[in-house]
């Protein structure tokens, strides 16, 4: 029943979230707000509000095992699994300031997290994340969003922002929704985000009790694996269509909100012990962003099947190693 429970809430977080950015989408363009903006918004939070809603429940209650792992298990499930099938369904090519700006940035906040986890083993306390570590990966969010949004308001050029600008016809808002209906939907997925994240956290913990097991590892291997969902189908329906860039965009931009955003604002309500393990969990993540820039720069400058089938074995194998203590 545990079990059950815990599916039922990871389905009202995918369910809220997707309502929640129905509705926002369509608020937004009754009150004016540009399409792309919106677009831009839509892809950025929406995948991302199940782990976010995840974390700051799971902070409240004082789970911060599973809050951390939760992020430490999704990013690994983006670009290990979602990247990795993405590209055996076909092999997966980008262009545009994707790999010059999106995953250089997603290095640097995750190195300036690992050095946040470490600096206070070196001090002889108890590995961390604080307010003030949170407010300096909000800070390096707030220059990212800067740049993207220079971006839109001097219209570039940029590949990733012409895939964006190609969907917006997909949004709900180009739909003929109603004020409030949209206004609805945005009630009906905050209230979806609420239950399911409160009962993904109860009967997630739940079931580490039960079964005996640490929290970090139900962290990993259920809650940041289902609340990566979004990104799976998201980024494996836009490798079919050969939107390439808009694939991995997704991905990488889905890792730098869950660093750079769901982390700080959990450390923001509680700070955040580091488990066993999480240093490891993250630096695994880092080593995965960092493959990817010689992989897309030099000879054909695409992920083959093969690349994608190694991402996932590592990924398995890691997963499994994770799964069994080790």
């Known amino acids: 029943m545990t079990l059950f429970l815990l599916i039922c809430g990871l389905a009202l977080l995918l369910a809220g979230g997707t309502a929640l950015v129905s509705g926002a989408s369509s608020v937004a363009s009754r009150l004016g707000v540009p399409p792309l903006v919106i677009g831009l918004t839509v892809l950025a939070f929406g995948t991302s509000s199940p782990e976010l809603v995840v974390n700051i429940i799971g902070a409240l209650r004082g789970e911060t095992a599973l809050a951390f792992c939760n992020v430490a298990g999704s990013n690994l499930t983006n670009i290990g699994l ?14 545009g300031s994707i790999v010059r700006r999106e995953i250089p940035l997603l290095l640097l906040g995750t190195s300036v997290l690992i050095v946040m986890m470490l600096d206070a083993p070196l001090l002889g306390e108890p590995a961390r994340l604080d307010a003030a570590d949170a407010l300096i990966l909000l ?4 220059v990212f969003a800067y740049t993207t949004a220079g971006d ?3 219209k570039s050029q940029d590949p990733l922002l012409e895939n964006v600008r190609e969907i917006e016809d997909t949004l709900p808002h180009a739909q003929g929704m109603s004020l409030g209906a949209g ?9 979806g985000l609420g239950f399911g994240g409160h009962m993904t956290i109860v009967h997630g913990a739940a079931m580490a009790t039960a079964l005996g097991v640490p929290p970090v590892i139900i962290g990993m291997l259920i809650v940041g694996v289902g609340t990566s969902l979004p990104e799976l189908v998201t980024s494996v329906i836009a ?4 939107e390439s860039d ?16 769901v982390l700080p604002a959990s450390a923001l309500v ?11 969990d993250i630096c695994l993540s880092l080593l995965f962003a960092a493959i990817i820039i010689p ?4 000879g054909e400058r695409r992920m083959e099947r093969k690349t994608g089938a190694a991402f996932i074995l590592v990924f398995v194998g890691y997963m499994s190693f994770r799964a069994l203590g080790a």
């Open 183 to 191: 206004i609805a939907l945005i009630v009906t997925g905050i209230t």
């Open 82 to 95: 979602v990247l990795g099938l993405a590209a055996l369904v076909k092999p997966v090519s980008i262009e």
């Open 239 to 242: 490798a079919m269509k050969n």
């Open 152 to 154: 839109v308001l001097f």
């Open 246 to 261: 808009l694939c991995v965009g997704n991905v990488v931009g889905s890792n730098i909100f869950n660093a750079l955003i």
């Open 139 to 142: 800070l390096l969010f707030t």
């Open 295 to 298: 992989v897309f720069l030099y």
């Open 270 to 280: 509680h700070p955040l012990p580091i488990p066993e393990g999480g240093v490891l």
